[in-house]
């Protein structure tokens, strides 16, 4: 049996060990100037009235060559709602809906990241409303990768739709035929590589 010598070990540990490395995702900011996070609900059947939360932090922990090896956490201030109405965002605000002063934050986090194919995965993980947590998942679309033209910086974009139920969550009290259960996500992600975002940091 021929034994590896000395020299081939290291090299052949030095080659996993840089594999590993390589394989290690990497920190992305998101770009919130760029970054929306929209809902959407039929009411009466009339039309698919819509908002938005204008404010989230959001980790994300991104590797191109294995999108399992990726993750994301999301927390986001249920007072930053934006219904386009000052007077329905406080009424979102009341017990009847998110209950603000009670649970000021909803909170997503990924558990596993399926390929479909090189642009298109499944997102899986627990979302946290009101304090009930309960699996959602999120197709998701890599749009692009780009070297930003004016910060000599990596880019990424991603959008992600997913569904979910908004009485499983005790958000919303009103009746079926008035407002639907079914609430439609969608959420529009750009972020720079790093730890920060040229646009606004001051580092």
């Not at 039929?42 to 993750?71: T, V």
């Not at 399926?114 to 947590?133: A, C, F, H, P, R």
């Amino acid at each position: 049996m021929r034994l590896i010598s000395r020299g081939g070990a290291i090299m052949a540990g030095s080659l996993l060990a840089l594999i590993a490395a390589q394989a290690e995702p990497v920190r992305y900011t998101p770009d919130k100037w760029h970054t929306r996070i929209y809902f959407s609900v039929s009411h009466m059947g009339l039309s698919n009235f819509g908002g938005r939360f204008l404010e989230h932090e959001i980790e994300f922990m991104f590797d191109e060559d294995d999108f399992r090896n990726s993750s994301v956490e999301v927390t986001v201030p249920v007072s930053s709602i934006d219904t386009f109405s000052p007077e329905l965002n406080s009424k979102m605000g009341s017990e009847n809906f998110f209950d603000v002063e009670q649970f000021p934050t909803m909170h997503f986090v990924s558990r596993k990241i399926v390929n479909i194919d090189e642009s298109q995965l499944q997102m899986n993980g627990d979302l946290t409303i009101k304090g009930v947590s309960l699996p959602i998942t999120f197709d998701v679309t890599y749009n692009d990768k780009v070297l930003h033209p004016f910060y000599d910086l990596n880019n990424v974009g991603f959008s992600a739709t997913a569904s979910l139920d908004s009485r499983a969550y005790g958000v919303n009290s009103l009746p079926d035929w008035m407002v639907a259960s079914d609430v439609e996500i969608r959420i529009e992600l750009e972020a720079f590589e790093g730890e920060r975002v040229p646009y606004y940091s001051d580092d």
